[in-house]
Nanobody
Framework: VQLQASGGGLVQAGGSLRLSCAASGGTFSRNAMGWFRQAPGKEREFVAGVSGSGGSTYYTDSVKGRFTISRDNAKNTMYLQMNSLKPEDTAVYYC???????????????????WGQGTQVTVSS
C-alpha cells in the first residue's frame, strides 16, 4: 500500500487549502483513513478520520467547523478541505490508512498501518 499526500502550501490566515491523499495497492474502500499533523517539537496528532464507506467522520475539536474530510472510493483518494486556516494549523500533514477497521473511524496513531510522506502546510499571520 502506498499513500501520496499533496496539496500543502503557504497560505495567509483565513485562507483555504485542500489536501489530497492518493492510495495505490490494497483495498481502499474497505479501510478507515485519517489525517494527522505534526508541528515542530510536538507529537503527531489526529486531525480527522473517515470510515471506509465515507459515511462516518470524526474531527479533533480544534478543527471542527473548519475542516472537512471526505473520500472518493472510485478514485482511491481522500481529501481534507481546510477553511479559515489559523497559524496554529501550521504543520506537516500526513494521511494514513488502517487495516484494523473499515466501518469505524480510527483516531489513534497506533491503529494506523500505512502512512503517506507528509505535506507541509504553513499559515502566516
Amino acid at each position: 500500500v502506498q499513500l501520496q499526500a499533496s496539496g500543502g502550501g503557504l497560505v495567509q490566515a483565513g485562507g483555504s487549502l485542500r489536501l489530497s491523499c492518493a492510495a495505490s495497492g490494497g483495498t481502499f474502500s474497505r479501510n478507515a483513513m485519517g489525517w494527522f499533523r505534526q508541528a515542530p517539537g510536538k507529537e503527531r496528532e489526529f486531525v480527522a478520520g473517515v470510515s471506509g464507506s465515507g459515511g462516518s467522520t470524526y474531527y479533533t475539536d480544534s478543527v471542527k467547523g473548519r475542516f472537512t474530510i471526505s473520500r472518493d472510493n472510485a478514485k482511491n483518494t481522500m481529501y481534507l478541505q481546510m477553511n479559515s486556516l489559523k497559524p496554529e494549523d501550521t504543520a506537516v500533514y500526513y494521511c494514513a490508512t488502517s487495516y484494523k477497521s473499515g466501518s469505524i473511524v480510527v483516531v489513534t496513531t497506533r491503529n494506523y498501518d500505512y502512512w503517506g510522506q507528509g505535506t507541509q502546510v504553513t499559515v502566516s499571520s
